[in-house]
């Protein structure tokens, strides 16, 4: 009991008391993402917001000075699809808690109901310099349920990580996945052509329940499912659609636009290199894998370059992990694109700014700019160095990740 008092203080105290301060970074090269580099940059923080980034400013006395060491200082990053939390370490059935997979709709769930806040993924996360994540359920519902946007604060509680200002999301899917889950079922779906009927159908059931409240003496008592599926076909909320093969995309863009639904983001998405026009033409965004494909037969057909061929179609990019252990070097994923055609400024805004717009949060973070939350990553070297190291992680000014205090200075883990 003690040493877990004691745990708690050391995760809980620093926080606290980085809070309670103003602070300045000085000594770094800054990427802000949303301009150019800053060289010799003084980064001002106050109230957990920034409020000054320039070259060479003067530090208001006083104010906390924390030496960059000549390091680069970015945004935190951010992964827009992540199962951490609801799949936590260690890895056991008892702790998989993603996946309502009892019916294809399962709309009325909301993975925050699962998210355990002690998962020991957290951490390192943040020691990669990850600050917001997208925690989706599972993708073996045709609807899954609400997604939920967290930052990564120590915390004890749930409201402690919550990202007030997110927008609702929800996470849907088609393909091999709902098929393969429900294929034994009497109801299905067994096959795509299933998929996409059962969506109509759910769609359609949503809109004659609220006909049924609305004009019927007797209405249907208050139906969840029907209540959320309301609220997409209004454009209350992101739909993030897990995806693979260019047929899905045009299939799923079919139903979507027949109801007037918007899809947000499409994930993994490893075709959409085929249908990048199509893509584009929806106003929607990819969230994707740099190198990922081939564990199952709809991911045969990706490659590397289709980050940067649907980017230069005008598409926002993300960067995402999927994966508690892919997360702590988001920036490396990110790095691998630049082989495969993208920029390296676009590269950036992959693990930042896009995600931060897929998100509804750009006004808050995705880069360093004045007014902004003051989430940022300070490195040992470019972020798109392959020997770069996160050095120190800070969350709304307050410090959240410190190599040295981890006792890892060299880097090695």
Request: charge should be negative; hydrophobic fraction near 45%.
């Amino acid at each position: 009991m003690l040493l877990m008092l004691a745990s708690a203080a050391l995760a809980l105290g620093p926080v606290s008391a980085a809070l309670a301060a103003d602070l300045a970074i000085v000594n770094t090269t800054a990427l802000p993402v949303a301009g150019p580099p800053v060289p010799d940059a003084v980064v001002l923080v106050e109230d957990g917001r920034v409020a000054a980034i320039g070259s060479g400013l003067p530090v208001p006395p006083g104010t906390p000075v924390v030496d960059g060491g000549g390091g680069w200082l970015m945004p935190g990053l951010i992964d827009v699809h992540s199962h951490m939390g609801v799949y936590p370490w260690p890895s056991a059935r008892a702790h998989e808690d993603g996946n309502e997979a009892i019916d294809p709709v399962t709309a009325r769930v909301r993975v925050e109901d699962s998210v355990h806040v002690s998962d020991p993924a957290f951490a390192r996360a943040r020691a990669g310099g990850v600050t917001t994540i997208q925690v989706l359920p599972g993708s073996a519902n045709l609807v899954g349920g609400e997604a939920v946007v967290l930052k990564l604060r120590p915390s004890r509680t749930l409201a402690g990580m919550r990202f007030a200002q997110a927008p609702r999301g929800i996470k849907m899917a088609c393909g091999e996945n709902p098929k393969r889950v429900y294929g034994d079922d009497e109801d299905g779906p067994s096959t795509r052509m299933g998929n996409l009927a059962a969506l109509r159908q759910a769609f359609q059931a949503a809109l004659d329940y609220r006909e049924a409240r609305r004009s019927h003496r007797d209405p249907p008592p208050t139906d969840h499912d029907q209540e959320v599926l309301l609220d997409v076909l209004d454009g209350q909320v992101r739909v993030h659609l897990h995806c693979y093969r260019a047929d899905d995309i045009e299939g799923m863009y079919r139903v979507m636009d027949a109801y007037g639904v918007r899809i947000t983001s499409l994930q993994h998405a490893l075709e959409a290199y085929k249908v990048r026009d199509l893509v584009a033409a929806h106003g929607t965004a990819v969230a994707t894998w740099p190198d990922w494909w081939g564990f199952k037969m709809e991911a045969f057909d990706g490659i590397p370059h289709n980050a940067a061929l649907v980017k230069q179609a005008g598409v926002p990019v993300a960067i995402h992990s999927d994966s508690p252990s892919t997360v702590q070097r988001l920036y490396t994923e990110a790095a691998k694109v630049v082989r495969y055609g993208m920029s390296e400024e676009d590269a950036l805004a992959a693990i930042t700014l896009d995600p931060a717009r897929i998100l509804g949060v750009e006004a808050w973070v995705g880069s360093i700019e004045v007014g902004k939350q003051a989430d940022l990553a300070l490195f040992s070297r470019h972020p798109l160095d392959v020997t770069t190291r996160v050095d120190k992680t800070w969350i709304e000014g307050a410090l959240v990740f410190d190599r040295a205090a981890e006792g890892t200075p060299d880097g090695r883990w």
